[in-house]
């Protein structure tokens, strides 16, 4: 069984930094397609970024040059950096992993951007 445990989140003034990351267990990590989401009250489940196993990367417009997305597969962690934070980027941050065509989805972690 999948299981997937974000961590890092929290309260961060607006130009600040965090990283969030993403423990899995119970798959082969080094094979998998990993990314975050994004979500706020009300709204739909937003993309971030996205890292496949060959360390291909992408993100969405929002967040281009300034959060960075990575992988340590002998940890079996994918991590977030998130510089220049903004308000508007207040949101509790899902991570997903692929695998034999299922996602799967950590708890979330809670990020606030508020000064």
């Known amino acids: 069984q999948v299981q997937l445990v974000e961590s890092g989140g929290g309260l961060v003034q607006p130009g600040g930094s965090l990283t969030l990351s993403c423990a899995a267990s119970g798959s082969p990590f080094s094979l998998a397609d990993l990314g975050w989401y994004r979500q706020t009250p009300g709204k739909q489940r937003e993309f971030v970024a996205r890292i496949t196993s060959g360390v291909y990367t992408s993100y969405t417009d929002s967040v281009k040059g300034r959060f960075t997305i990575s992988r340590d597969n002998a940890e079996n962690t994918v991590f977030l950096q998130m510089n220049s934070l903004k308000p508007e980027d207040t949101a509790v941050y899902y991570c997903?992993?692929?695998?034999?065509?299922?996602?799967?989805w950590g708890q979330g972690t809670q990020v606030t951007v508020s000064s």
């Open positions: 997903y992993l692929d695998r034999a065509s299922y996602r799967y």
